[in-house]
């Protein structure tokens, strides 16, 4: 099972951009399905958007499609979350989750569906 480091979280004024970085420790990082989260004060955890463990697929929620770019590098073991064009309303936590997956480029969009989760980044966007 992997253990999930997530990065680059911090203050940022609307309209800019912050990178969040998660990292894996592990052998099999290829084997899994990752995804983002956030979660906000007061608000359930969501889905921000998911990658297969190829790379070939990715999925993002409505609120950030076009803003936010997710890309993964199996060699490095290591996932990206690109935040473009921020908004006050993207404050939030943010973890990275990883899910095994077999031979398919399955992304789930349910936290439940993930097996292991990163402490989280926090990401503050100012108005």
């Known amino acids: 099972q992997v253990q999930l480091v997530e990065s680059g979280g911090g203050l940022v004024q609307a309209g800019g951009s912050l990178r969040l970085s998660c990292a894996a420790s592990?052998?099999?990082?290829?084997?899994?399905?990752m995804g983002w989260f956030r979660q906000a004060p007061g608000k359930e955890r969501e889905f921000v958007g998911g990658?297969?463990?190829?790379?070939?697929?990715?999925y993002y929620a409505d609120s950030v499609k076009g803003r936010f770019t997710i890309s993964r590098d199996n060699a490095k073991n290591t996932v990206y979350l690109q935040m473009n064009s921020l908004k006050p309303e993207d404050t939030a936590v943010y973890y990275c989750?990883?899910?095994?997956?077999?031979?398919?480029?399955?992304?789930?969009?349910?936290?439940?569906?993930?097996?292991?989760w990163g402490q989280g980044t926090q990401v503050t966007v100012s108005s």
């Open positions: 990658i297969s463990w190829s790379g070939g697929s990715i």
């Open positions: 989750a990883a899910r095994v997956v077999i031979r398919s480029e399955y992304v789930p969009s349910s936290s439940r569906e993930y097996d292991t």
């Open positions: 592990g052998r099999t990082f290829s084997s899994y399905a």
